[in-house]
C-alpha cells in the first residue's frame, strides 16, 4: 500500500491538486509530510509574504549600470591582469579595460549612484537596495543559471521558488503558487530546467503562464465542443469515474483524479480573471509603459506580476527575452534595448507596489546569473564585454529591505567583488530569511540526508540591508 | 633542492622527536605502501601533504592541523591506545616550529599541466616533440630542448612560455577549452621546479579485500552486501506463492489478460485478441497467451523501454540549453529492443554494454559484422548522461569529470544497486564506499574517458571543442560497412556541391576583401559592412542549407572505447575538486561488494586496457551480491508497481528494507541458475497466484499506465498505431502555444526524446527528465492532465478516428459501436447497465450535435455526420477515463 506520504509526495501541480491536498487532509488521518500548497507557518516573523523576482538572465553589466568605475577611464586600453585574463571566456577577442561609456550621477535623498541608463529606477532609488559585490562560481550561463536558481551549478536541484512554496505554501489555493511569465519572445537558457522542482514534489514546481495566447496550456480547447456536450461529456466521464472509483474502495488516487477534472473548470476561470490587465485603470497601464511599443511586453509582464502576488501567489519569477543582457558586442545598442525594455516597468511595479501598500510585504528582486567583465570583448566601435561571474550587482526593493542603500563593493575595475563578498547562497538565505524562513531549517530529506537550497555551502543573511 | 640549513633543522625535530612516534603507533596503517585514507606518516612532506583529507599538518598552527586534533582527541590510532601527553607534546612543538610550507609535488603541477597543456603534449598528441605528462618526460623536452630545468624556473622553458603567455597559445584555448595559468599556478609551477623539479614515486593504492581497512567486518554483513542464499521453497509449488503471504481472490480473465498484455508489451489487447482470448477453451490459455506476448516484438520495445529510463537514455546531450541533439544514440535503444526481444541472457547483456569494444579487436576486423556492430552500439550504455561538454564553455575538466560522475551514477543506481556518486567528494556517509573506491572505478575508464584528451559529441564538429578530427571521435566510424559505403555514395555529389557553393561565395568575396583592404577578413563582417555582399551570401548559404538537408546520416556508432596504451593516472579528487588531486589509485570495484574469491581483477588485452571487461565479470560472476537482486527486483517493479526493494536504485543502507527479502533471494539465485533468463523470470512472476490477485488494497495494486503507454494505447484504439520498428527518432515539433508534438504515429519508444523538449502529453503524464537517469517513474496526479486529456487536440482527434473505425467495423447499430468502444478501450464488454448508460448519453449528445450542424449545414449529411461527432464525443470521454488509464 502506498502510505499517505507517497500519495501526497505525487499530488498535483500547483494549480489544482493542492485544493484537492488539503480536501483530503480529513480524510487521510496521519501529520507526517504533507505535501500541499496550504499556507505553512514559517519559522520566524517574515517582513516579506511575496517575492517577485525579475530576472535579468544574460548577465547585465555592472560597470554600466550600477557599480560606477572611474578608474577604467584611467587604464582604459591596458592590458587586463593575468587572472583576469585566465578568466576569459573568449580568449581571441579580448580586449583590454574598457571604461564605461554611460553618466553616472546621485538619486533621491540617499543619493545612490546610477547609470544614465536607468532613469526610471533612478526616481525609485530611495526604495531599492543596490547589492554591488554579488559573485558566482561558473562564467557559462548554464552552470550559473543553475546556481542561482538551485545552489548548485549542476541540474536537478529544486529551484528557489520551489523551495519557498515548499516551506510557505501559498494563500491562494485556486492559482499557481509558483508562477513564471516568460518572455513571448523567447526563453531564458535553460529553459523550464530554472523553475523545476527537482526531487521535490511536483507541487513544488513553477507553473508557466503565457502572457499572450491561452495562459496555461490546454488551458481552454482550441475549438470547444458546443456547450450541451461539454455537459455530457463531463457527466458521462464523471458517472463512468465514480462507478470505477466505487469498484476501488479507499483508492485515494482516483478520487483525486475525479476531484482534479472538477477542480480544472474553476481553475479557467480563476487564472483567466487574475491575469486580465484590461481591468487596470488607464493611468495603471501608462505607467507600466503598456502604451510603448518597447515597454509594452515587459510592463504587461510585471502588471500581471502584481495581480497575482496581489491574489495571494507566493513566488512570481518574470523572465526577459532570451539573452539581451548577454551584451558579447555592441554593448551600447544592447543595454539601450534591455534598459528600454525593462526600466520603466521595473521602476513602475515597485511604485505600484508601494501605492497599494503591497511594497511592505512583497519583496522584489531584480539581477541576473552574472555580470561582465571590465574589459573589451572585440574591441573597436562594435565592442561588447565577457560574462563577468567574480563581481556584480542586484538589487532588492520591500519586503524587508533598506531602501536607499547600497552594500558591499568590486575592486577598483569593477571585475571581482572585494568588500563583503556576497556568494549566491547568501542571497538565497537572504531571501528566505525575509520570508520568515531559516536556510538551515528549512530542510527536505531525501535518501537519508536532509537537502538545503544551501546545500552544505556557508551562508550568511544580509542583515546590512535589511530595515 | 631544500636549502640545506632548513632542511636540517626542521627534519631534525621531526627526525628526533617525532618519527619514532610515528613509527611505533602510525606507521602499520600509513607507510607510503599502505596509505589507509591516502595517507603517509614516513616523513614530514608526507603530513603535510597528506591525504583524502587533505594535509595532515598545517605547518606553524596545530590548531588548524588534523592530525593533532586527531591524535588529541583520541580518534587516532584507530583501534589502539591514545598517544601520551608527552607525545601529543612533542607532535604540537614539532607542528609550531615546522616552517615549511605544503611542499608542491609533481601531483600539483601534472594537475595544472594537465588541464591546460596535455591536450597537445599528452597521451595522444606530442607537439613540438613534447611531452609533460611526467617529471622524466619534462626534463627530456621537445624539439626546442628540455622542458624544465630542475631548480631553474627562469631558465625552464616551460615557465617562460606559460609566464609570456605564449603557452598555452591564445589562439587556440577557446577551441580546445583550455585556459592560461593563473599567478597561483604559474607560481606552483616556478616553486616546484624551484624546489627541484622531483618526481612522485608514488604507486597507487593497494587495496586488498581480505584486509581493507577502509571496511570494517560489520559492514560487510549487511544484507545487501552478503550473496543471496536460496531458502527452501515446497517442491510443485511456484516459489513467487510459497514464499508470499496472504492472498486476495484472483482476478477474472479479461482483467488478466489486459494486466498480462500492458505489463508485457504496453500496449491493450485488441477487440479481436480479446474475443479469440475468451474462445479458446484451453486451460492453459493463459500461460499460451503469456508466450505468445512474451515472444511478440511489442515486449521488447516495451522493456527496452524501462531499461532505457534506467540508463537514462536521451535523443539529446543535455546539460546546457543548447541541448544538442544525439541524432545516433538510437542504435543503442535499438540494441536494447533487439536484446529483450531476444532474451539475451542478463550477464551477456551487462557485458557487451560494459565492454563490448573489448570482447573483440573491433580495430582490426577489416569488415564489421551487423552483429559486431551491435555489440559496439551496446556500449552507448556509456553514452547516456548529460554531457554539457560539446560547448566550449562547458568542456573543463570539471564537466568532463561531471560526464563521468553521471555514468558512474547510472552504473550505480541502475547496475550496482548503490548510490556511489557521494563518495565522489567524500567517503560515503551511510554506506561503506570510501572515496578511494569511486575514483578506482574512475579509473576503471579513464583509458576510455581520458579527462586529459576528451572526444567531443559531435562529429563531424566544425572545430569546436577539445581536438575536433577522425582521431578524436567519440563514434566508432564503420567505414567498411555497407551501410557506410550506401551513405557515402550518396553524400559524395552533394558534399562537392557543396564545396562548389562555398567556393563561390569566397569568391564573391573578394572584390569586397579588396574594398576593405584586408584579406582576411571575416565573411560574417563582411555581410555586416556590405548589403549586396550579404544578399549574395545569404542566397548562397540557402542553396547550401538545402543541399545539406539532402545528405545521407553516416552510420556511426556512438561508442565508448580505450583511446590508446598509457592511461593517464587517476588521483582522489580531495572534495570532488580537480584542482586539489590526492592520491594515486588504480581501476577496481567497490571493496564492499567484492570478495576475495570474485575481486576485481584486469587482464590486459592485445587491443584495449581490459578494465571495463573486467568490472563486467566482477559484475556478473554468479555470487555477486547485487547484481541479479537488482535487475530482479526490477522486473517485479515493472509487474507490480513497486520493487521488493522499493528503492530501486539504492540497495543499501539508506535504500528501503526489502519487504520479502527471501522471496528476493530466491528469485536472484533462481535468475542466476537459469543462465540470466529474463523472459524466465516474467513466466515465473506472472503465473503466479500472487499477481493472479484481483486489484485492490490487499491484492494486485492498481496502477496507472504510464505516459508512453498512454500515447501508443491512444493511438492503437484510434486505429492508428504503427508497427514500423527501430531507425533513427521521429521528430517533434514545438508549437507556437508551446506544446510539443508529434506527426509519428509510431510508439513513443521511437519518437526523439530530448530532454529540454518532452512531447507535452508524455510530459504531463511524468516521462521522466533525465538527469541523469531513472529507476522509478513517480505517478502524479496534476490538474494539467485532466486539461491535456480534454483539451488537447491529441485526445480529440484520436477520438474522432476511433469513432470512425468503430462505424468501419460494426456499422450504425448503437449498441454493437458502444460494445466496441468498450473492447477497444477496456478490453471487455459493457455490463446491460453500462450500454444502456450510454446509449442515453448517444442519443442526448447526437441532439446536441445536430442543433449546430442545422445550422451550418456541411457538406456530408447532417445526421449521419452528429452521429459520429456524437459517438467521437463518447470516444473521448473513455479515453479521459480511469478505467482506461489504470491496469486493473
Redesign the interface.
Known sequence: ?PTRRDFF?????G???TA?ASLFAQNLHANDGLYDLTPKKPHHAPRAKAVIQLFMNGGPSQVDLFDHKPALTKYAGQAP???L????????E?GGLMPSPYKFARYGQSGIELSEMLPHLAKVADEISVVKSMYTTH?????ALFLMHGGRI???RPSLGAWVTFGLGSENQNLPAYVVLDDPKGP??????NW?AGWLP?VYQGT?V?SE??P???????QE??S??VD??RS??H???TA??DR????A??E???A??E??AR?QMEATDALDIEKESAATKLAYGLNDERTASYGKRCLMARRLVERGVRLVQVYIEQQIWDNHNKIRAGLEYACGKTDRPAAALVRDLKERGLLDSTLVVWGGEFGRLPIAQDPGPNAGRDHGPSGFSIWMAGGGIKGGTTYGATDEIGYRAAENRVSVHDFHATVLHLLGMDHRKLVFER???NERITDEFPARVLGEIIS | MWPAPLLLLAAGLFDTDVMPIFRAKCISCHSAKTRSGGLALETAEDALRGGKSGGAIVAGKPSDSLLLSMVAAGKMPMGGARLSEPEITAIRTWIEQEDRKSPIGERDVTAILGAKCWVCHGRREKMGGLDLRTHESMVRGGKSGPAVVAGKPDESLLVKRIAAQEMPPPKLQEQYSVRGLTDDELAKVRQWIADGAKPDFEKPLEVTVASDPAIRAKDREFWAFRTPVRPDVPAGVNAVDALSGKLAPAANDLTLMRRAYFDLTGLPPKPEEVSSFERDGDPKRYEKLLDRLLASRRYGERWAQHWLDAVGYSDSEGGNSGDQNRPHAWRYRDYVIRAFHSNKPYDKFLTEQLAGDELFDYGSVKRLTPEQLEVLAATGFWRTAPDATYSTEQNFIPERMDVIAGQLEVLGSAVMGLSVGCARCHDHKYDPIPTRDYYRLVSVLTPAFDPYHWLPPVYPCGGVGAKCDEKSTRYVLPRATAEWEEATAFNTPIELRVKELQEQIEEKARPYREKKGNKDAKLADLAAEFEAFKKEKTGLDEQIQKERTKLKALPLVRALFDLGPEPPPTRILLRGDATTPGALVGPGAPSILSAPSRDYRVEPLAHSSGRRLALAKWMIHPEHPLTARVMVNRIWQHHFGTGIVSTAGNFGRMGAAPMNQKLLDWLAVEFVRSGWDVKAMHRLIMTSAVYRQQSGANGFPLRRIDAECIRDAILQIAGRLEEKPFGPADKFKAQPDGEVVTESLRRSVFVSHRRTQPLSLLETFDQPFMNPNCVRRGTSVVSSQALHLMNSDLTRENARYMAGRIVDAVGDDATAQIERAYLLAFARRPSVDETKAALGALERMNAEWEKPLEKERPAEPVRSRAKWLALSTLCHALINSAEFLYID
Open positions: 500500500m509526495s505525487r499530488m498535483s501541480d494549480l489544482m491538486g484537492l591582469s593575468r587572472d585574463a585566465a578568466e576569459v571566456r573568449a580568449v581571441r579580448t562564467l557559462a550561463h548554464e552552470a549542476l541540474p536537478t531564458p537558457i535553460n529553459f523550464i530546467q523545476q511536483a508557466r503565457r495566447g491561452s496555461i496550456l490546454n488551458l481552454q480547447a482550441k465542443y458546443p450541451g456536450i455530457l461529456s458521462l466521464l458517472r463512468m469515474d470505477h472509483r476501488h474502495p479507499g483508492n488516487e482516483l483525486a483524479r475525479i482534479n477534472y477542480l480544472a481553475m535518501e537519508g540526508r
